[in-house]
């Protein structure tokens, strides 16, 4: 029976480390048959083996010290099956006196491990992600002591390190020891269109250690204690309010980096492990092994977040230990594709147009960052589970934002397959660019005025590019969203001038702050609604804390400095509200005017129809309105009542729907009757069928994201609006839900690609 006094982990880490150095040592075969020798004599084993995962499911003995010999790469357990399995299933170690007895037990016989009834076995644990499974085994009933235990865990740290650096591969069957090597395929979410190639850069590189055991615990405790200093001045500096929106990181989420920063039982495990002989980075790995381990069995998702927060933390610390930067500042190769776990709008924006694409492992399609996207015009995948854990920097990577799919390091066919996609887009997109300056008329003769959605200064190259006639909306938020605090109103003015010369004759649409809800602006007192979606938010928020909206309309006229100027106010749900914001911007231009300040040559002012209510405002709204742009994204949620930011529920109801569509021409109707202009600027207006079907019921001006403009152009060009009026009301007629089997239908019998 081994005597537990004489475990201690740090003279076995001390000859693992000699054994390692020796020259002239051999392959993975050799070097791991070394390694369960000397942890078998350390802890005073009969038997020691490691298993190492051959794939996703199963697990091989690829070296033991008393099992038998042959049995070695010939044997196989599935995930969950046996101890080994399950120690594997669930990354817990198993401790029992009678194997035999134990739940989940099936020994497998061409081992010989029936005669060995002490079982102690614990997960080769990297980053959370289990590579394999150490076991110990003894023929006298008893229990592992703790400090074995721990002996074992450490030394299976510095395994899985190990087997991270390469250092079992060898030729044959230790090929299988190799890591992040195999293709891996990610069925994430769609979060912007788009297709790409390129190599992975890791927002947060991950950390590979080559000494992970040190003999000098005092140096690693310093260096630890240093790296935690740096740490903890790097969370207030985040907390101060001029970092704060910079980075997009929110308040309580670095409030608790900082209690976490200063956890002495995070600290004092770290130290437990160095004294025992790990380096520290291997040390903070440890912890943050096991805190995924626990990640992977919360449900709770409170506390899930809290663990993830202490996983960032732990990212920090590594890279501060091992003096490395994350984020834009690095070189970044050609063809770039982020990949991160989440990442704000501002950090997106600072890699800007040097990356091809994004890949995240969270993340939603509203985003700030999904915003930011979008604005540059670049793949987004959104919710491609472990993404972060597989990918390298450097692996080669396909995104496909269309279908939210990913390949990382894909086999050569589907490369192949997907360049052809590639290749049969930008066939397309040439063939938009010839359409640039055609009119988007229909052969019917109607003529639909396509304008582009925006919201950054980044978008405004597209406007010459795309062949949109205008800006239908300037989203003014981002601006809001991305910086450390409120912008200034001298700030704003030159950037609303900045904008306004940049789109040269072609008018500008800027809506006022559409803050609230999913936009929350982390200087701003934060209000926990119980519904935000249907609370304080927009103009709601700009009416009853004037002081912003005064501030950002005094910009707007600044900005204009005499030229014209357009401007509509967002998720007016009564007449009264639009009165109220259409006369403060009324009394800012005559504040303006006694100022001495140049004011527009013409001033617009118009309202979002974000909500049904405003459909079925009285007649007044319609008459002093300048115009009415449809915000078909709030539009729809409301209508349909379905969150368009719950994946369970957003793509539920169709937006070609007989009843939306009525919905939407009881308000052409309404404008009609009082020529008040109309236009269409949701996310739907950039769908070919839906924006055939909004122009055949009466749209005459739709606003779109740039790269919608082509394909919504060509489908127009194609197509005669009065045949699609008649499919629609076909469809209704029939008393079909939705007008879309009828429209699709009818495009590839006519022979249109959509
Ligand atoms: C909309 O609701 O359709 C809209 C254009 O506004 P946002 O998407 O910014 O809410
Ligand atoms: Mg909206």
């Known amino acids: 029976?081994?005597?537990?006094?004489?475990?201690?982990?740090?003279?076995?880490?001390?000859?693992?480390?000699?054994?390692?150095?020796?020259?002239?040592?051999?392959?993975?075969?050799?070097?791991?048959?070394?390694?369960?020798?000397?942890?078998?004599?350390?802890?005073?084993?009969?038997?020691?083996?490691?298993?190492?995962?051959?794939?996703?499911?199963?697990?091989?003995?690829?070296?033991?010290?008393?099992?038998?010999?042959?049995?070695?790469?010939?044997?196989?357990?599935?995930?969950?099956?046996?101890?080994?399995?399950?120690?594997?299933?669930?990354?817990?170690?198993?401790?029992?006196?009678?194997?035999?007895?134990?739940?989940?037990?099936?020994?497998?016989?061409?081992?010989?491990?029936?005669?060995?009834?002490?079982?102690?076995?614990?997960?080769?644990?990297?980053?959370?992600?289990?590579?394999?499974?150490?076991?110990?085994?003894?023929?006298?009933?008893?229990?592992?002591?703790?400090?074995?235990?721990?002996?074992?865990?450490?030394?299976?740290?510095?395994?899985?390190?190990?087997?991270?650096?390469?250092?079992?591969?060898?030729?044959?069957?230790?090929?299988?020891?190799?890591?992040?090597?195999?293709?891996?395929?990610?069925?994430?979410?769609?979060?912007?269109?788009?297709?790409?190639?390129?190599?992975?850069?890791?927002?947060?590189?991950?950390?590979?250690?080559?000494?992970?055991?040190?003999?000098?615990?005092?140096?690693?405790?310093?260096?630890?204690?240093?790296?935690?200093?740096?740490?903890?001045?790097?969370?207030?500096?985040?907390?101060?309010?001029?970092?704060?929106?910079?980075?997009?990181?929110?308040?309580?989420?670095?409030?608790?980096?900082?209690?976490?920063?200063?956890?002495?039982?995070?600290?004092?495990?770290m130290e437990v492990s160095i004294q025992s002989g790990l380096a520290a980075e291997v040390a903070v790995e440890k912890e943050q092994s096991d805190t995924r381990a626990r990640m992977s069995r919360i449900a709770d998702a409170y506390i899930r977040e809290r663990l993830h927060d202490l996983d960032d933390l732990s990212n920090r610390l590594l890279r501060l230990l091992a003096g490395m930067e994350a984020g834009s500042g690095r070189d970044i190769p050609e063809n770039a594709i982020l990949v991160a776990r989440n990442i704000?709008?501002?950090?997106?924006?600072?890699?800007?147009?040097?990356?091809?694409?994004?890949?995240?492992?969270?993340?939603?399609?509203?985003?700030?960052?999904?915003?930011?996207?979008?604005?540059?015009?670049?793949?987004?995948?959104?919710?491609?589970?472990?993404?972060?854990?597989?990918?390298?920097?450097?692996?080669?990577?396909?995104?496909?934002?269309?279908?939210?799919?990913?390949?990382?390091?894909?086999?050569?066919?589907?490369?192949?397959?997907?360049?052809?996609?590639?290749?049969?887009?930008?066939?397309?997109?040439?063939?938009?660019?010839?359409?640039?300056?055609?009119?988007?008329?229909?052969?019917?003769?109607?003529?639909?005025?396509?304008?582009?959605?925006?919201?950054?200064?980044?978008?405004?190259?597209?406007?010459?590019?795309?062949?949109?006639?205008?800006?239908?909306?300037y989203r003014t938020e981002l601006q809001f969203l991305i910086r450390a605090n409120m912008p200034r109103r001298s700030d704003l003015a030159a950037l609303y001038s900045r904008i306004l010369n940049a789109a040269g004759d072609k008018p500008v649409v800027f809506r006022t702050l559409d803050i609230g809800s999913d936009k929350v602006l982390p200087y701003m007192n934060r209000v926990e609604e119980p519904n935000p979606a249907l609370g304080w938010r927009a103009i709601r928020l700009s009416l009853d804390r004037q002081g912003v909206m005064r501030m950002q309309l005094q910009a707007l006229l600044r900005g204009a400095n005499g030229r014209p100027l357009t401007v509509m106010f967002p998720f007016i749900s009564q007449v009264s509200e639009f009165e109220t914001a259409r006369g403060l911007m009324l009394r800012e231009v005559d504040r303006e005017a006694a100022l001495g300040h140049p004011i527009p040559e013409t001033l617009r002012i118009g309202t979002m129809m974000e909500t049904p209510s405003l459909a079925y405002a009285p007649d007044k709204l319609f008459k002093i309105t300048d115009f009415i742009s449809v915000g078909g994204n709030d539009l729809k949620q409301f209508f349909f009542a379905a969150d368009r930011e719950n994946e369970l529920v957003r793509r539920r109801y169709d937006s070609l729907s007989t009843s939306y569509l009525s919905f939407l021409e009881r308000i052409i109707l309404r404008c009609r009757e009082f020529d008040t202009p109309l236009s269409f600027c949701g996310e739907d207006a950039g769908r070919p069928v839906e924006a055939l079907a909004f122009s055949a019921i009466g749209f005459r001006t739709l606003s779109m994201r740039p790269a919608s403009i082509g394909p919504v152009k060509a489908m127009l060009r194609q197509v005669e609006l009065e045949q699609v009026r008649e499919l629609i009301e076909g469809a209704r007629y029939d008393g079909a839900e939705s007008a879309r089997d009828a429209i699709e239908g009818w495009l590839t019998h006519s022979g249109v690609r959509f």
């Open 344 to 473: 704000g709008p501002a950090e997106l924006l600072d890699y800007g147009r040097k990356l091809s694409g994004v890949v995240l492992e969270e993340g939603s399609v509203g985003s700030h960052a999904a915003i930011v996207a979008r604005a540059l015009a670049i793949p987004l995948v959104i919710h491609a589970r472990r993404i972060t854990r597989e990918a390298q920097n450097g692996d080669h990577i396909l995104v496909d934002g269309d279908q939210g799919l990913v390949h990382l390091r894909p086999e050569e066919t589907v490369a192949k397959a997907f360049r052809e996609k590639i290749e049969m887009l930008t066939v397309a997109q040439e063939k938009y660019a010839t359409l640039r300056d055609k009119p988007a008329k229909s052969r019917d003769g109607i003529t639909i005025d396509l304008h582009m959605n925006a919201g950054l200064m980044a978008d405004l190259p597209s406007l010459p590019k795309c062949g949109a006639t205008g800006v239908g909306l």
């Open 1 to 269: 029976m081994p005597d537990s006094k004489a475990v201690d982990s740090r003279t076995i880490l001390t000859r693992l480390r000699e054994v390692l150095s020796e020259p002239g040592q051999g392959q993975g075969q050799e070097r791991l048959d070394r390694i369960v020798k000397l942890i078998a004599n350390g802890i005073v084993a009969e038997v020691c083996s490691v298993y190492l995962k051959r794939d996703d499911d199963t697990l091989e003995l690829c070296a033991t010290q008393g099992l038998n010999a042959d049995s070695v790469h010939r044997t196989w357990l599935r995930r969950g099956q046996g101890l080994v399995g399950r120690i594997a299933d669930r990354a817990e170690p198993i401790n029992t006196a009678d194997a035999a007895n134990t739940s989940g037990y099936m020994p497998i016989p061409s081992t010989g491990e029936e005669v060995f009834s002490a079982f102690l076995g614990v997960p080769i644990l990297r980053l959370g992600e289990v590579l394999g499974v150490l076991v110990v085994q003894n023929r006298q009933n008893h229990e592992y002591s703790d400090d074995v235990i721990y002996a074992l865990e450490v030394v299976a740290m510095v395994i899985a390190e190990m087997a991270e650096l390469g250092a079992f591969v060898g030729p044959g069957p230790m090929e299988i020891a190799r890591q992040h090597r195999g293709s891996v395929f990610a069925r994430g979410l769609q979060g912007q269109e788009g297709v790409a190639e390129g190599v992975v850069v890791l927002h947060e590189p991950h950390i590979v250690v080559s000494q992970p055991i040190s003999d000098d615990p005092e140096h690693e405790t310093r260096r630890l204690h240093q790296a935690l200093d740096a740490l903890r001045s790097e969370v207030d500096e985040m907390l101060s309010a001029d970092y704060l929106t910079a980075k997009g990181e929110h308040r309580d989420v670095l409030n608790s980096y900082k209690m976490f920063a200063n956890n002495k039982g995070w600290i004092r495990r």
